[in-house]
């Protein structure tokens, strides 16, 4: 147990809709890391949140959006879901943001019908 | 932009053998991690390298970072159903202000 958890588990939902994954971060660790994770394929790194400020953005689509709030959770939006967006959503957290590892949370599994 | 690769994509190895992969920044490192998941699972961390031509040992596991730290390697000796996953290395370029590139793993089978 990595400490980070992320809910649900497991999210079936159809295409234009809306959806919010959220995480929260091993205790005292400041810095939060959202990543996409499709079928056979690698780490995507979408966004990265530091003690409630954005702090580096990848490949993020404009349909989807994050934020972290005081208490340090983060919740990551998708909007206008497309087939495409079917993945697995990884949230990890890190003590700081300078390249110390990260713990990633078990993942969110996203399906769009 | 930084890229980081790595290879083989796939590897299928007999129980036993030695496993070894490969890593490539297009950019020089401030330091490289390297992570494993397992089938279903989530990435875990298994270890960072920072220093130049640094060498890491971890059980069956080296780890070895090169003197330029622009590649980084991961070998296990005598493979275990056990080490089955996708390893990546996660690597922080020394111009970035820390965003850590994955890149995209390398699948290993272990055949009993």
């Known amino acids: 147990d990595s400490g980070v958890t992320q809910t649900p588990k497991h999210l079936i939902t159809a295409t234009g809709q809306r959806v919010t994954l959220r995480c929260s971060p091993r205790?005292?660790?400041?810095?939060v890391y959202w990543y996409q994770q499709s079928l056979d394929q690698g780490l995507q790194f979408l966004i990265q949140?530091?003690?409630?400020?954005?702090?580096a953005k990848g490949n993020i689509l404009e349909r989807f959006s994050a934020q972290q709030f005081p208490d340090l959770h983060s919740e990551l939006n998708l909007s206008s879901l497309e087939l495409g967006d079917s993945a697995l959503y990884f949230c990890?957290?890190?003590?700081?943001?300078?390249?110390?590892?990260?713990?990633f949370g078990p993942g969110t599994r996203l399906t769009v019908l | 932009g930084q890229q980081v690769m790595q290879i083989p994509q796939y590897q299928h190895v007999q129980e036993g053998e030695d496993f070894t992969t490969y890593c490539n920044s297009s950019t020089t490192l401030s330091n490289i991690q390297w992570y494993k998941q397992r089938p279903g699972g989530h990435p875990v961390f298994l270890i960072q390298?920072?220093?130049?031509?640094e060498v890491k040992k971890q059980k069956r596991l080296t780890f070895q970072f090169g003197e330029a730290k622009k590649n980084s390697s991961l070998h296990i000796t005598a493979t275990q159903t056990t080490d089955v996953g996708t390893y990546f290395c996660?690597?922080?370029?020394?111009?970035?202000?820390?965003?850590?590139?994955f890149g995209p793993g390398t699948s290993l089978s272990v055949i009993p």
């Open positions: 949140y530091y003690n409630g400020e954005e702090r």
């Open positions: 990890a957290s890190s003590i700081t943001g300078d390249g110390y590892e990260q713990f």
């Open positions: 996660a690597g922080l370029a020394e111009t970035s202000y820390d965003k850590v590139i």
């Open positions: 205790s005292g660790d400041l810095s």
């Open positions: 390298l920072v220093k130049s031509g």
